[in-house]
Structures are given as structure tokens and as C-alpha cells.
């Protein structure tokens, strides 16, 4: 019955290694957030996708990329992870945008350890 | 701009205690708001929502009633179990886009 699955759960990679978080849905949700978590603190949303259309936040590191090959996947590329960005990536997903408002569906999150 | 204020915590309570957790917010537009769940090591289930003034949502023995005169939308349960143990946030999202708006989380602890 998993709706938003992400993998892995846990990652640990080196400074500056590349990693790849996955998340993929079965909602057929339009759109497709990632959510970077520190310890102890809110969700920030890094970016998301509605559609083929990616929107970045303003104050997103260019270190964070992101792709959507189609309806059901998307992934979080971090270049060349640094110390700081050790923390949980949540991604989330919603029907549609806009003038509607729309729940958030959230996957069970990825744990990030940089070393 | 658009922002949540929740209480500050950690909150810890005897079991079948009464809990309350505080949550207020800011907004341009048409706020809807919600109050999500996170489990120790997991990512946040949605516990409740309101779509507009004096509505409320409840769940799993959770309520929280949308009040708009007092921009609040407080996390009320009778009486709580050790399975809630856990972080509660509030968020809000307008019908200006599709941001959600997460307050800092308050972490609760029911001791037996």
C-alpha cells in the first residue's frame, strides 16, 4: 500500500562523493517535491516538479539538482556533498498546484550521513 | 508573508493526559493548514487538516478547529497514549501556490 517510496533509507557517503536519492509514487500525483530535514528542525523545500516543469527555490545550493524521467519518478543529485548537508531528504507529492489546495503525501524519507 | 508559529518544546505527559499544542499562523491569501505527524526515524504522515475558517479536523482521537480571529489552529487530544509519542508540525498552504509552511515541530514524550 506504500504511496511514496523512497531509497534508500539510509545513505552514508563521503565528502564530495556524488550520491542519488530516489523516490518514485503510485498516486500518478502531478507533482513531486524534495524537502531537505536537519536534525531538530522544519522541512525546507529544496525544489519540485509539476509535470516536466521544475521549479527551484531561490535559496537552494546549486550543489542540489533534481530530475524527473516521468509521472511515477523523481531524484535528488547532490554533486559534491559537504558536511552540512548530512540531514533527512523527504519527498513528498501532490495531486496538482495552484489555485486548488492540495495535501502533501510524504514518503518515509531518506537519512543522509555525510562523512 | 506566509509563516507558523507553533510552541516550543519538548512536551512530555503522563499517559491518558490531556495534550494541547499550540500552533498560529501568518498568511497572505486563503490559508488551508494541517498538522503532520513524524515517527521516530520516518517521514510525516499527514494527522489532520481544515480548509477554512471554523472547521475542523480530527483523526485518531486528534482535533484542531481553524480559527481565523485568532489566526490559530491548536492540536487537542483527551487523553494520549505512549504510540504518540512523537514530533507534531504545523504547516499552512495558500491557494497562491502550492509552499508549504512548516513550523519548527514540538516534540511530545507520554511516559507511562
Known amino acids: 500500500d506504500a504511496m511514496v517510496i523512497q531509497n534508500p533509507r539510509y545513505q552514508v557517503t563521503q565528502f564530495g562523493k556524488p550520491v542519488t536519492l530516489s523516490c518514485s509514487q503510485t498516486l500518478n500525483h502531478n507533482v513531486m517535491y524534495w524537502y531537505q530535514q536537519k536534525s531538530s528542525q522544519a522541512p525546507k523545500l529544496l525544489f519540485h516538479?509539476?509535470?516536466?516543469?521544475?521549479?527551484n527555490e531561490a535559496d537552494t545550493p546549486d550543489n542540489f539538482q533534481s530530475r524527473r524521467p516521468n509521472t511515477s519518478f523523481c531524484f535528488l543529485d547532490i554533486r559534491s556533498p559537504g558536511l552540512g548537508d548530512t540531514a533527512m531528504y523527504l519527498c513528498?507529492?501532490?495531486?496538482?498546484?495552484?489555485?486548488?489546495?492540495?495535501?502533501?503525501?510524504f514518503g518515509p524519507g531518506t537519512r543522509l550521513l555525510v562523512l | 508573508g506566509n509563516s507558523v508559529t507553533q510552541m516550543e518544546g519538548p512536551v512530555t505527559l503522563s499517559e491518558e493526559a490531556f495534550l494541547t499544542i499550540n500552533c498560529t499562523y501568518t498568511?497572505?491569501?486563503?490559508?488551508?493548514l494541517f498538522w503532520y505527524v513524524q515517527y521516530p526515524g520516518e517521514g510525516l504522515q499527514l494527522l489532520l487538516k481544515?480548509?477554512?475558517?471554523?472547521d475542523k479536523g480530527s483523526n485518531k482521537g486528534f482535533e484542531a478547529t481553524y480559527r481565523k480571529e485568532t489566526t490559530s489552529f491548536h492540536l487537542e487530544k483527551g487523553s494520549v497514549q505512549v504510540s504518540d509519542s512523537a514530533v507534531y508540525f504545523c504547516?499552512?498552504?495558500?491557494?497562491?501556490?502550492?509552499?508549504?509552511?512548516f513550523g519548527t515541530g514540538t516534540s511530545l514524550t507520554v511516559i507511562p
Open positions: 504547516a499552512l498552504t495558500t491557494n497562491t501556490g502550492n509552499q508549504f509552511y
Open positions: 513528498a507529492t501532490s495531486r496538482d498546484r495552484g489555485a486548488v489546495v492540495e495535501t502533501q503525501y
Open positions: 498568511a497572505t491569501g486563503y490559508p488551508s
Open positions: 516538479y509539476y509535470d516536466k516543469d521544475f521549479n
Open positions: 481544515a480548509t477554512k475558517a471554523d
